[in-house]
C-alpha cells in the first residue's frame, strides 16, 4: 500500500492503496464514487467506463498506478454541454431499463459525440461494442445518441 | 460491491477471458544450425522458415489481420469485445485499443498490454497466407511500411510490441524462442540474400 496522488472530476485525492488495485475500485470504494459500476472485471462488459484524459477506459482493467497525472471523469463528473445532451436524450427516450450498465454506456456514447458529432449507425456501433446491455436496450441506445447529436447541430 | 465481492467476481469471471491452456515453449534453431547448408538461397530459405515458427504464431498473427478485426487467445477467435482497426489501427473513436489494454499485462483481469498497443495495417496482414506469400510481403516495400531489410531486422528484433509476443502474460503461449534469438534468425536470412519459400 503507497500513497497515490489522483484527480478525479477536478478535485485531487489521495488514496491509500496498492497501485496494482483496479482503479474502479479506487472510485468507488476510497473516493465514494459508485456511479461506475462492477460488472465483469475483464473490460467484457463496459459497465465500469470512464472517462482518462476524456478517452473512455474500462477502470476495472486500469491499474490506479497507470493514471498518474492524466485526469479521470466519472458518471457523477460529466458535465460538458454533450453530456448534457446525452443524458436529456436519454431521459426523453427513456433508454434505462434496469439502468445497471447505463453509466458506462453514457460514458462512452458523450466520449465517441464530443470526437465525433455525426456518427453513423456503424460508428455507433463501434463505439459501444464493449458496452453490454442485459436488458437489450441497444435500440433506445442508438436513438439516444442520434437525438443528442441532432440537439447539440441545432 | 466491495473488493472481497470483486474478487470472488473476478475468480470466476477470470476464466472466461483466459485462452486455451499455455503450451511449453518450442524452441528456436540458431543459425549456425544451418551452416552445413552448402546453397546460400536453401540456407536463406531455411532460416526464414525457422523463424516462420514465429511468424505464424497466433501471438504475431492476431495482429497481424487481414480485415478489420484482430482475433485473440492461442485459437485465434475473433477478438471480443467486436473492435475494429479504426483510421489509425488503433481502434474506433470511443472504442481505442487503450480503453481496455494498458501499457503492461494486468494479470489481475488477464488483459495483455504494452506501449504502442495496435494491430499492424491491413497491407501487412498476415492471416491467410502461406509463410511463402509472408515472406514477400515483408520485403515489398508497398506492404511493410516502407521499412529497408535493415529496419525489418530492427523491427522484428527490438519492437517492444513485438517484444511483448515473449511474455504474453496469462495462460498464453508465448512465441517461440526468444526475441533475440528471432532477430539473429532474421539477420542471417537477410544476410544470406533474403530469400523466400515457395509461396
Redesign the interface.
Known amino acids: 500500500m503507497s500513497a497515490i496522488s489522483i484527480n478525479v472530476n477536478g478535485r485531487a485525492h489521495q488514496v491509500d492503496a496498492d497501485g ?1 488495485t ?1 482503479l ?2 479506487v472510485l ?2 476510497d473516493i465514494g464514487l459508485t456511479g461506475t459500476k ?1 460488472g ?5 462488459c ?1 459497465a465500469c ?1 470512464v472517462h482518462v484524459d476524456g ?4 477502470s ?4 490506479v498506478a ?1 493514471i498518474g497525472s492524466r485526469k479521470v471523469t466519472t458518471i457523477e463528473g460529466l458535465e460538458s454541454r454533450t453530456a448534457k445532451a446525452v443524458q436529456k436524450a436519454w431521459v426523453e427516450l427513456d433508454v434505462a431499463q434496469c439502468g445497471y450498465c447505463q453509466s458506462g454506456q453514457i460514458m ?2 458523450t ?2 459525440l464530443e ?2 458529432p455525426h ?1 453513423s449507425d456503424t ?1 455507433i456501433d ?5 458496452n ?1 446491455c442485459r436488458c437489450a436496450t441497444y435500440v433506445r441506445i442508438r436513438a439516444a445518441i442520434h437525438a443528442a447529436a441532432s440537439q447539440l447541430s441545432a | ?3 472481497g ?2 474478487i470472488t ?2 475468480l470466476l ?2 476464466s ?2 483466459v485462452s486455451v491452456s499455455a503450451a511449453e515453449t518450442v524452441p528456436l534453431k540458431k543459425p549456425a544450425d544451418f551452416s552445413g547448408i552448402a546453397d546460400q538461397a536453401e540456407r536463406s530459405r531455411s532460416l526464414f522458415v525457422e523463424a516462420g515458427k514465429v511468424i505464424q504464431s497466433p501471438r504475431c498473427q492476431n495482429c497481424h489481420p487481414r480485415g478489420e478485426r484482430p482475433s485473440q487467445a492461442d485459437d485465434m477467435h475473433p477478438h ?5 482497426r ?1 483510421l489509425d489501427d488503433k481502434g ?5 485499443c ?3 489494454h ?2 503492461a499485462n ?1 494479470a ?4 495483455p498490454g504494452a506501449p504502442k498497443w495496435h494491430v499492424a495495417p491491413v497491407e501487412m496482414a498476415w492471416q491467410g497466407k502461406s509463410l511463402g506469400q509472408i515472406c514477400e510481403q515483408i520485403k515489398d516495400l508497398a506492404r511493410n511500411g516502407k521499412r529497408t531489410l535493415a529496419q525489418i531486422h530492427d523491427h522484428m528484433a527490438h519492437d517492444e510490441l513485438v517484444g511483448w509476443g515473449w511474455h504474453p502474460g496469462g495462460e498464453r503461449t508465448p512465441a517461440p524462442g526468444t526475441q533475440q534469438e528471432f532477430g539473429e534468425l532474421i539477420a542471417a536470412w537477410i544476410q544470406t540474400g533474403a530469400a523466400c519459400p515457395a509461396p
Open positions: 496494482e483496479p474502479l475500485w468507488r470504494d462492477f465483469c472485471g475483464v473490460a467484457q463496459g467506463t478517452d473512455p477506459a474500462r476495472c482493467v486500469t491499474p497507470a462512452s456514447a466520449a465517441l470526437q465525433n456518427p460508428d463501434h463505439a459501444l461494442a464493449g453490454i | 460491491m466491495t473488493k465481492r470483486f467476481g473476478m469471471s477470470t472466461l477471458a471480443q469485445p467486436l473492435v475494429v479504426g474506433a473513436i470511443a472504442m481505442r487503450t480503453t481496455c494498458q501499457t494486468f489481475p483481469a488477464g488483459v
